[in-house]
């Protein structure tokens, strides 16, 4: 087990449920969904000290995986003062896929959370301005979901000649 799993299974018992470890010193932590915000709240903060919230990604898993979500998030922190990276990982439902926004945290959060909505349709509760950031904002549907209809769009060019 890493420190860090250690760190937050004393500061939110119950909060982790898996440990992966990757090549190098590479640490995924799986938390339960509906901790994360809890979670990222504690790792900002001393001693482990993310302060900066690098990215957040999502995939869909259309076929299951047994965890009984189909979007898996993951959230990439890296602490300046120790040089340290870690993912965290949650799982979101597949009929209402819901987390909560940790943009109270990072705020840099808010347009990454915004993306992940736009594409894959996962929503953030108490995120501050939940709206499309990459699509316009009539756009049907999610274009990353795996049952995303494939086809082609006109593309409309308005400095075309």
């Not at 018992?13 to 709240?41: H, L, Q, Y």
């Not at 898996?72 to 300046?80: D, E, G, K, T, V």
């Not at 926004?101 to 705020?107: P, R």
């Amino acid at each position: 087990m890493s420190e860090y799993r250690n760190l937050i299974e004393a500061a939110c018992p119950g909060a982790v449920v898996e440990e992966f470890e990757g090549p190098g010193d590479e640490v995924t932590i799986e938390i339960a969904a509906e901790r994360i915000r809890e979670v990222c709240r504690f790792l900002k903060a001393e001693p482990a000290a993310f302060r900066q919230l690098s990215d957040v990604t999502c995939v869909d898993v259309l076929d299951g995986n047994g965890r009984g979500g189909r979007f898996r998030l993951a959230y990439q922190l890296f602490s300046m003062d120790s040089g340290d990276r870690l993912r965290l990982r949650v799982w979101a439902d597949a009929d209402q896929p819901e987390v909560d926004s940790v943009t109270q945290v990072w705020g840099t959060a808010n347009w990454h959370e915004r993306e992940v909505y736009d594409m894959f349709g996962v929503r953030f509760a108490d995120h501050p301005d939940l709206s499309r950031i990459l699509m316009p904002f009539d756009w049907e549907g999610h274009p990353l979901r795996r049952d995303y209809p494939i086809g082609g769009e006109e593309v409309k060019f308005s400095d075309a000649v």
